[in-house]
């Protein structure tokens, strides 16, 4: 089933919210791709958001939000409208029904009756298409390698997958992806944001770029001004777009300082967080986690890959970054700057530029248990052997 059930959120309570996006992160096949707080936005975000369930909090004002709700609930028969309330007033529970919205919950949410509610909507989508999964690198800090593991790992993947690879480039303003592969693109992430909503299958097939590895490029946009009219609504719809005809999406980002990111990450079936073994990258790093706990992020879907092992161990080891973190390790990726340096300046993949390097076998070999979980977990630093395939089994 891909991305399952995709969620749009209207509420304004923040304690509530957070307890809601840490119940439903916790559900393998949701995910969450737009919060409002004002129902003035609600509209918007339903038209701009490819989503299955509206979840509205009623409270304080049932009577303002209902009828809007229920208009949204008629005009958007596919949307099933989910209302929670702390109210058990029978009269409001007849109300809501009557208003076109599929379910009433009532708060503190029940998580069984929830994920029943969400099994009524998977059970009934027709949109049954196998998605693919979308993997997102992101850097702790900056120049720690992420563009040199997004691009090398949409490269191996595209070697073992049956289906197409794309990878994104979503380091809006200095994306570098396109120069790593040697790809002059004509279109650019910015032309697919701009119809994000309905993402026709002509329009990617003209944008993205085919690389002789067999991986494709969706580069970012040419100028600073296009980068920044793009929304993290219509980032997630063109990702969500890309996955309906793709095996595998991995995206380069989004860069750190981007607060449209969380929806990515959000959105993403795993994310790796990529450090050194340096002080200042534990750090950021860390500072990310909490970052990420704090907006009720699910951490189960985040890997810390440590790079250039070899070079700057000396104070700190794996195990300490895995400790001060707090997220498992899926790898570690040698040293090796003859090989990345060369590959980088000459456009090449380390498919083509260094099969037999090691840093080449380390990506290869991260790729290959990303696409066959069975095939090894974590890293044994971490004990969590099999975690990997139990949340790609849950988003598939
Ligand atoms: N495993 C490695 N061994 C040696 N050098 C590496 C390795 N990985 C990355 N580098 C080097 O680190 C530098 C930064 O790499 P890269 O551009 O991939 O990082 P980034 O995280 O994308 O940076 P930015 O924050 O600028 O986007 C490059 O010069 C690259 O050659
Ligand atoms: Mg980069």
Redesign the pocket.
Known sequence: MGHGVQFIILNSDEAFGKQLRTTLHRMDNVRIVAEVGEIALVRQAVDQFPADVLLVNLDPAPEAVLPIAGEIASANPRLAVFAVSESKDSELILKVLRTGLREFLTKPIDVSALSEAIERVASTKVDTVSRGRLITVT?AAGGTG??TLATNLAVELAQLAEGRVTVVDL?YRC??VATFLDIDATYSLADLAQAAEHVEQQMIERTLVKHASGVQVLSRPATFEQADTITASACVGVLSSLLQCNEYVVT??PSRFDPRGQSVYDFSDMNLLLVQLLVPSVRSALRTVEALREAGANLERWRLICNRIGLESVHLSVADAVETIGLPSFASLPDDWPTVSGAINLGEPLLSHGPKSKIRTAIADLASRLHKPQAGGDDADTHKKGLIGRIFAGSS
């Open positions: 850097g992420a563009t380091d994306g570098q380069d980002g």
